[in-house]
C-alpha cells in the first residue's frame, strides 16, 4: 500500500508549539506512530504556494492508496480538496487549534491515536460542500458569522494586544451589521424572501470555534443542513452565540431549517461570505452537495458526524458472542 504524508511543516510555529511539539517533532512522532503498525509513508511538505491541494492531486494521481493530512483545519481542507472523487483514501491526524473536522469525526486530538485510527479504522464516504468553485467539508456562511470571522483568525494570535484588537473589532461590526434582504431558492423551487441577519449551511456538526447549532448534522446523508436567522435582534444574536458556547443547541422560534441538496442565494446588496472560518467573497452564492465524494479514515464506530454504521456493530457483537462462548467453554 503505498501512503503519502502531507505535513504542514507550518503547523509547530503557533504557541502551542510549546505543548504539541515544533513541526520537526511532529513529522518525528508520525513516523515512529505509523511504523508500529508498518506503515513508512513517503513526506511531503506544503508551502504558501501549495497548501495542500495540488501535492493531494499528485498523490492521487500517483495512485497513492492512502494520504495522510497533518495539520490544521486548512491543512485538512487542502488535501481533502485534492482527493476529491479519487480512490485514494485521507487519513487525518490534526495538528491545528480548532480541529474541527476531526472532531466531527472523532479522531483524537494525538498524534499516537490518530495514527491508530489511520491503520486500524474503517473507510468511509463523506459528502463535499461546493459554494460557486470551492469545496468545503465544514460550511459556509453568508451574512454575520462572515464578517466576524476575520476577527476570530486575528484572536487566535494568543498575543493579548491581537486578542483585545480582534474583540473590539468584533463587536463594532457586530453593532453596525444590519439585516439583509434575501431571496433563497431550496433544491431548484421558486425563490422565497427573507430578512435575515446570517445564513449558516453546514456539512459537518462543528464549525468556526466549535459551533454545533444544532446536534444531528450528518458528513453522509447527502443533505446540507441551511440554518436562517430570521429578524434576529443583535442581543438575541449575543445570547445564541453565549448559548452555543456553553453547548446548548436548541433551535429558537426565529430559526429556519432546511435540509436539502443545494440552494440559490441572492442579496440585495453583496454580502460577506465565508467558507470554513475563511473570508471566501461575496454574495450571490450557488451551493450545492457531492454525496460520498471523499474516502476517509475513521473509528469502527461511534463516529458523531456519521450516521451508525450497522454493519460495525453487528460485527462486535458476533464478535461479542464468541468471546462469551469461548469464556463458557472455558469455565
Same mark, same amino acid.
Given at each position: 500500500?503505498?501512503?503519502?504524508?502531507?505535513?504542514?511543516?507550518?503547523?509547530?510555529?503557533?504557541?502551542?508549539?510549546? *505543548?504539541?511539539?515544533?513541526?520537526?517533532?511532529?513529522?518525528?512522532?508520525?513516523?515512529?506512530?505509523?511504523?508500529?503498525?508498518?506503515? !513508512?509513508?513517503?513526506?511531503?511538505?506544503?508551502?504558501?504556494?501549495?497548501?495542500? !491541494?495540488?501535492?493531494?492531486?499528485? &498523490?492521487?494521481?500517483?495512485? $497513492?492508496?492512502?494520504?495522510?493530512?497533518?495539520?490544521?483545519?486548512?491543512?485538512?481542507? $487542502?488535501?481533502?480538496?485534492?482527493?476529491?472523487?479519487?480512490?485514494?483514501?485521507?487519513?487525518? =491526524?490534526?495538528?491545528?487549534?480548532?480541529?474541527?473536522?476531526?472532531?466531527?469525526?472523532?479522531?483524537?486530538?494525538?498524534?499516537?491515536?490518530?495514527?491508530?485510527?489511520?491503520?486500524?479504522?474503517?473507510?468511509?464516504?463523506?459528502? *463535499?460542500? %461546493?459554494?460557486?468553485?470551492?469545496? @468545503?467539508? /465544514?460550511?459556509?456562511?453568508?451574512?454575520?458569522?462572515?464578517?466576524? #470571522?476575520?476577527?476570530? /483568525?486575528?484572536? +487566535?494570535?494568543?498575543?493579548?494586544?491581537?486578542?483585545?484588537?480582534?474583540?473590539?473589532?468584533?463587536? #463594532?461590526?457586530?453593532?453596525?451589521?444590519?439585516?439583509?434582504?434575501?431571496?433563497?431558492?431550496?433544491? !431548484?423551487?421558486? @425563490?422565497?424572501?427573507?430578512? &435575515?441577519?446570517?445564513?449558516?449551511?453546514?456539512? $459537518?456538526? @462543528?464549525?468556526?470555534?466549535?459551533?454545533?447549532?444544532?446536534?444531528?448534522?450528518?458528513?453522509?446523508?447527502?443533505?446540507?443542513? *441551511?440554518?436562517?436567522?430570521?429578524?434576529?435582534?443583535?442581543?438575541?444574536?449575543?445570547?445564541?452565540?453565549?448559548?452555543?458556547?456553553?453547548?446548548?443547541?436548541?433551535?429558537?422560534?426565529? #430559526? =429556519?431549517?432546511?435540509?436539502? +441538496?443545494?440552494?440559490?442565494?441572492?442579496?440585495?446588496?453583496?454580502?460577506? *461570505?465565508? =467558507?470554513?472560518?475563511?473570508?471566501?467573497?461575496?454574495?450571490?452564492?450557488?451551493?450545492?452537495?457531492?454525496?460520498?465524494?471523499?474516502?476517509? %479514515?475513521?473509528?469502527?464506530?461511534?463516529?458523531?458526524?456519521?450516521?451508525?454504521?450497522?454493519?460495525?456493530?453487528?460485527?462486535?457483537?458476533?464478535?461479542?458472542?464468541? %468471546?462469551?462462548?469461548?469464556?463458557?467453554?472455558?469455565?
Amino acid at each position: 500500500m503505498r501512503t503519502i504524508l502531507i505535513l504542514n511543516p507550518e503547523s509547530g510555529d503557533s504557541p502551542l508549539a510549546e *505543548v504539541h511539539g515544533t513541526a520537526a517533532s511532529h513529522e518525528e512522532m508520525i513516523l515512529a506512530a505509523l511504523s508500529v503498525y508498518g506503515i !513508512e509513508p513517503e513526506v511531503w511538505y506544503t508551502t504558501p504556494e501549495d497548501p495542500g !491541494e495540488g501535492l493531494a492531486s499528485k &498523490a492521487a494521481d500517483e495512485h $497513492a492508496d492512502l494520504v495522510i493530512a497533518a495539520g490544521g483545519d486548512g491543512t485538512i481542507h $487542502a488535501v481533502a480538496s485534492g482527493l476529491i472523487g479519487t480512490d485514494s483514501t485521507i487519513g487525518i =491526524i490534526p495538528l491545528g487549534t480548532m480541529n474541527n473536522v476531526a472532531h466531527s469525526l472523532s479522531i483524537p486530538f494525538t498524534i499516537d491515536a490518530a495514527c491508530a485510527i489511520i491503520a486500524k479504522g474503517k473507510t468511509r464516504t463523506i459528502d *463535499v460542500g %461546493r459554494i460557486n468553485e470551492q469545496v @468545503f467539508l /465544514e460550511s459556509a456562511g453568508i451574512g454575520l458569522e462572515a464578517a466576524l #470571522f476575520p476577527y476570530l /483568525e486575528e484572536m +487566535k494570535s494568543f498575543g493579548v494586544l491581537a486578542t483585545l484588537r480582534g474583540v473590539i473589532r468584533g463587536l #463594532f461590526t457586530l453593532f453596525a451589521y444590519q439585516r439583509t434582504k434575501l431571496k433563497i431558492s431550496f433544491d !431548484e423551487e421558486s @425563490f422565497r424572501s427573507y430578512q &435575515a441577519i446570517q445564513v449558516t449551511i453546514c456539512n $459537518a456538526p @462543528f464549525y468556526g470555534p466549535h459551533f454545533r447549532i444544532v446536534p444531528d448534522v450528518l458528513m453522509d446523508d447527502g443533505l446540507l443542513d *441551511v440554518i436562517i436567522y430570521r429578524n434576529y435582534s443583535k442581543l438575541e444574536y449575543i445570547l445564541h452565540a453565549i448559548a452555543i458556547w456553553q453547548g446548548k443547541r436548541e433551535l429558537r422560534p426565529k #430559526f =429556519i431549517r432546511r435540509r436539502v +441538496k443545494s440552494l440559490r442565494l441572492k442579496t440585495d446588496r453583496p454580502v460577506e *461570505v465565508q =467558507i470554513n472560518g475563511y473570508s471566501y467573497g461575496y454574495t450571490p452564492a450557488a451551493i450545492t452537495i457531492a454525496p460520498g465524494a471523499l474516502k476517509v %479514515r475513521v473509528p469502527e464506530e461511534n463516529v458523531i458526524g456519521l450516521k451508525i454504521d450497522l454493519s460495525s456493530m453487528a460485527n462486535q457483537r458476533h464478535k461479542t458472542t464468541k %468471546r462469551k462462548r469461548r469464556g463458557a467453554a472455558t469455565s
